[in-house]
């Protein structure tokens, strides 16, 4: 069924030029982990003061990228690694990024939803501010300051929803941070980190993997991709304004959201399909088809951010004591990114139409 | 700007073919007026139980449509009509289909929102006990008990924000249901009775108008539609998704909202045109061409009825001393129902698009 959908033809994994080999693969995987301590290194000598500064995030960032990276070159590549390596590689990479990750995650979701809150509220001032707040944020200004500023332009049910979102969100976020630290400075960590040095110069590789063709491993993860694509309700999220994503957003168990699973695995299953690309081809394999990839991959991600900052209205909702009008606003906040939700939904299903008629 | 758009070989308001006259017009207000009058009798027939009977309201239902139509006539083709008695007739029977119009409206209003609700909680077995209850409330059932089966399948906030629904707008119909009741047995209502039946024999034309050309008129209706059209945000609204109609959801000025005023008026326009070919016409004009405005029709009366049911979530959570979670429900309906107005936007589109390829 998915077979179908592969072309010989395709530039970075068609049968056509040399085949790339575990060789290629070995390069990939010294250069992700060179990376992975060049980040390590820029972390350490940026500092990580009280909520962080903005170079640390960024190697926190390229932390993520890296381990990422790894650790999908280890799922798709498994057959031409050492396998117990691989087995107690691949949790500490996942809990590495997972825990750098959670930090980011609450900054932006708070973010989107202040943002979306203005955007309900009709006030343009906004999108400035957010950037402003964030920043204020991220620098350690106190949280209640800026919340305070930005609900000048809010409603009081909209201003008191955005108070309520700042905290929860803004508490999360420093506990993510700590949580970060700890981590970053545990003996777990340490040895992590000794085994991508090793990985740096050594790839182990076994014997027969160096002249092995990596393609047939890059294909079976598409195939997975394309399985689990087929599997979506593409033809209703294709259909604009079809409600989907709303309904049961009145039903007990929200949070989270069944409906959203099959799209956060697709996600996870194009990631790992743009990491394979990625290893068997090496950068210069980024075309035009990457970028429709991109694209689609973008749509989860917005799909995943919209969910999850839905979830968290929801949640904020369910705080005790908090005004009618505070609880209608979030309502109106979580409905909104559930239509966000199904927005990107529908984004996904346009731009892999566009891929599916180009690869063919 | 809107001349362009009119195609000369339209069959029915084009130059082919002999022109309709003012007898033509003479000869569909008397079969309104006629309409008005069978209805009238059918609904004393009926009588005007508590709530209505399904009878009544179904001749209550023709009284309105007979009424529209002579009224809006009246409105195209004034030139051709005694000038006095047109102004006195107009203002008269826009009282009346909009005085019978009302409990109707609330009782569709009702059911839509129930209706959601249940769609929102993930209810599938909503849409037939919507019915029933509705049926119920025009028999004169008890609105409480209704409220109360049809709440077993909500949750707690989606739950009482239905029964706050129920109350609010199952009052507000039968106070309409009253009014309604007290006009048609007015002495206003007998007078304008009389006119309609001096109308289905004797049709006030001016001197000039019994040989006059109907389609000029036609045309300037068709042209003041399509101005407005043309003044309407269609390239946003073509764009799924664009999240127009939920801006300032949240703003303190939402009963009505600013933005559907523009759409509110091409409905109107869109009504007078499509009576304008009926009267030009008569009854066999309606073609292919017709259905299309049909839809785009229906696409303008989804978007009235999907933002006067988001004004009436938004007002019911202004009621003091609500629960939180009846508030977080109603607030997720508003946003809802604001999202059934841009999905309308997007349909009308679509359906006007259609039109604007077909008649060039």
């Not at 909520?51 to 057959?79: D, K, M, V």
């Not at 409603?155 to 981590?183: F, M, P, W």
């Not at 050594?202 to 694509?229: F, G, K, M, S």
Request: hydrophobic content about 45%.
């Amino acid at each position: 069924m998915a077979q179908q959908h592969l072309d010989p033809t395709d530039p970075q994994l068609g049968s056509a030029g040399p085949a790339p080999t575990g060789d290629v693969l070995a390069g990939y995987l010294r250069a992700q982990a060179t990376e992975f301590l060049r980040a390590l290194r820029l972390h350490r000598e940026t500092g990580s003061g009280a909520n962080g500064s903005e170079g640390s995030a960024e190697a926190a960032r390229a932390l993520r990228r890296s381990a990422r990276r790894i650790s999908a070159s280890l799922h798709t590549f498994q057959p031409l690694l050492d396998t117990d390596w691989c087995e107690g590689m691949r949790p500490e990479l996942a809990w590495v990024s997972g825990t750098l990750a959670m930090e980011h995650a609450y900054t932006a979701r708070l973010e989107r939803l202040l943002s979306a809150l203005h955007r309900l509220s009709g006030s343009t001032a906004f999108p400035a501010q957010a950037t402003e707040a964030a920043a204020g944020h991220r620098a350690g200004a106190p949280a209640g300051q800026t919340a305070t500023q930005e609900r000048g332009n809010l409603t009081v049910g909209a201003a008191k929803a955005g108070a309520l979102l700042d905290r929860q969100l803004t508490l999360a976020r420093t506990r993510a941070h700590s949580t970060a630290l700890q981590a970053l400075g545990s003996s777990r960590f340490h040895a992590i980190a000794d085994k991508v040095a090793v990985l740096a110069s050594e790839v182990p590789l076994t014997a027969t993997a160096a002249a092995a063709d990596l393609r047939p491993h890059a294909r079976a993860a598409e195939e997975r991709l394309r399985d689990a694509v087929a599997a979506l309700p593409l033809i209703t999220a294709g259909s604009p304004y079809n409600a989907a994503a709303l309904v049961h957003g009145l039903s007990p168990d929200t949070v989270p959201h069944p409906q959203d699973a099959p799209w956060h695995q697709v996600r996870l299953l194009l990631r790992l399909h743009r990491y394979a690309r990625e290893a068997a081809c090496g950068p210069q394999g980024n075309t035009v088809v990457d970028l429709r990839l991109l694209s689609a991959g973008q749509a989860l991600n917005r799909h995943r951010d919209a969910s999850e900052a839905a979830a968290a209205a929801a949640q904020a909702a369910r705080t005790p004591r908090i005004a009618p009008a505070t609880a209608y606003a979030l309502g109106v906040l979580h409905a909104d990114q559930r239509h966000e939700v199904e927005a990107a939904r529908f984004a996904f299903q346009q731009a892999w139409q566009k891929e599916a008629v180009s690869t063919r």
